[in-house]
């Protein structure tokens, strides 16, 4: 089927040359890095972990979401998802590709990433998140592109198929508790140091993923002739305005635990987002710009007219990504490191090389995500016809 992404209007080979470009200048930027050191970047001493983490823990997250597809599909039997799974498959993919990619590109050494597999530490939570992401990816690979196969021969999947796609439904809530494990597992960290960590990652997780899949739902059916169908996308947009009001419920409860209980350690971390602490105020603009569009995205989703109309489930999934994105990403990273165990505050912020190396891995990302959805939207185009 590989042959089927070799074929394309202009529109298609103009948008994977424009993604060449944007990942050949982060490649550039990523050379740039190897030779001058990680100095290059906003990270320190104080700040080790910074925007590459960042979005390494934001895009798993849109990888764990893509569950919410395949769990009514393959176990409840919801049909109407069948449509689609594909697509959420395929999307987990790209996402954690662009996971392993941050994570190479935060390592000073790449050479460094064959530590974990050298010298195996199983008390290590970072041996079980290579397993749990790397076995996440090959199950995709295998469950997505034999479902797909089958489905353009007219049959069912092989056999051996179903066992992966069972092991894969708690494969994928693996992931991202093992992710939000890589922050509560340390003590000196305030902030992380929550035992709900885990729930809150998997609550935004099934609010982004699915609301990510949905606006590239939209875009597919605007694009080809395929339609992915009006019942699965308003039923995708229920499962992200549940997801959100439980994670935004998450958020208040660590809120009220802080401050009710007022642990220094505890609310140092939420004053410096949404106040700043000792006049360090970057983060501030940035936090309530998030919980603006956290609002935002309540209210659309919440109202049943709202979230049923195609037009404003886009813009409450519009906001639902940038919301979490800010809150997951740079606010959850940067919040644990401050202040640092002397009580100090160290500002961080991207330099313009680390900005530019992102978005040349969120270029290839959606460079293996428009490949592998060109070849999705082929098979079913021609199984219409």
Not at 8 to 13: F, N, P, V
Not at 108 to 126: A, E, H, Q, W
Not at 233 to 255: D, K
Not at 259 to 285: A, E, N, R, W
């Amino acid at each position: 089927m590989l042959d089927l992404a070799l074929k394309g209007k202009r529109g298609y080979w103009g948008w994977l040359i424009f993604l060449l470009v944007i990942m050949g200048i982060g490649l550039g930027c990523y050379i740039y890095q190897f030779q001058e050191g990680l100095k290059i970047t906003g990270m320190s001493r104080d700040v080790s972990w910074g925007f590459y983490i960042a979005q390494f823990t934001y895009l798993v997250g849109i990888a764990a979401g893509g569950v919410m597809v395949a769990l009514p599909c393959y176990l409840h039997d919801y049909k109407a998802f069948g449509r689609i799974t594909v697509l959420g498959e395929f999307l987990a993919i790209a996402a954690v590709v662009m996971c392993l990619l941050f994570i190479f590109v935060d390592l000073g050494n790449p050479v460094r990433i064959m530590n974990v597999i050298m010298y195996p530490t199983p008390n290590s939570i970072l041996f079980w998140d290579m397993i749990v992401l790397n076995g996440y990816l090959f199950l995709n690979i295998l469950i997505g592109w034999n479902v797909l196969s089958a489905e353009r021969k007219g049959l069912h999947h092989p056999g051996w198929v179903t066992p992966l796609i069972y092991l894969s439904i708690p494969w994928a809530f693996s992931i991202h508790t093992v992710t939000a494990f890589l922050y509560a597992g340390l003590p000196g960290r305030h902030f992380w140091l929550t035992a709900i960590m885990a729930a809150r990652f998997l609550s935004s997780a099934f609010a982004a993923g699915p609301a990510l899949l949905i606006l590239l739902c939209l875009i597919v059916r605007k694009v080809s002739k395929f339609d992915p169908g009006k019942e699965q996308i308003r039923t995708l947009g229920g499962i992200v305005a549940y997801a959100m009001i439980i994670n935004v419920f998450f958020v208040l409860l660590e809120f009220f635990t802080a401050f009710y209980s007022q642990i220094p350690g505890h609310m140092h971390g939420l004053i410096f987002l949404f106040k700043g602490l000792d006049g360090h105020t970057q983060l501030v603009p940035w936090m309530w710009t998030a919980t603006v569009f956290a609002a935002l995205a309540l209210i659309l989703l919440i109202i049943p007219a709202t979230r049923r109309k195609e037009d404003t489930l886009a813009v409450a999934c519009v906001a639902v990504f940038i919301s979490t994105w800010i809150d997951k990403g740079l606010g959850l990273v940067i919040a644990g490191f401050t202040p640092n165990p002397f009580n100090r505050v160290f500002d961080y912020w991207p330099t313009m090389p680390e900005l530019f190396i992102a978005i040349g891995v969120w270029a290839t990302g959606f460079f293996v995500l428009t490949i592998l959805y060109k070849i999705v939207i082929s098979v079913k185009e021609e199984i219409a016809a």
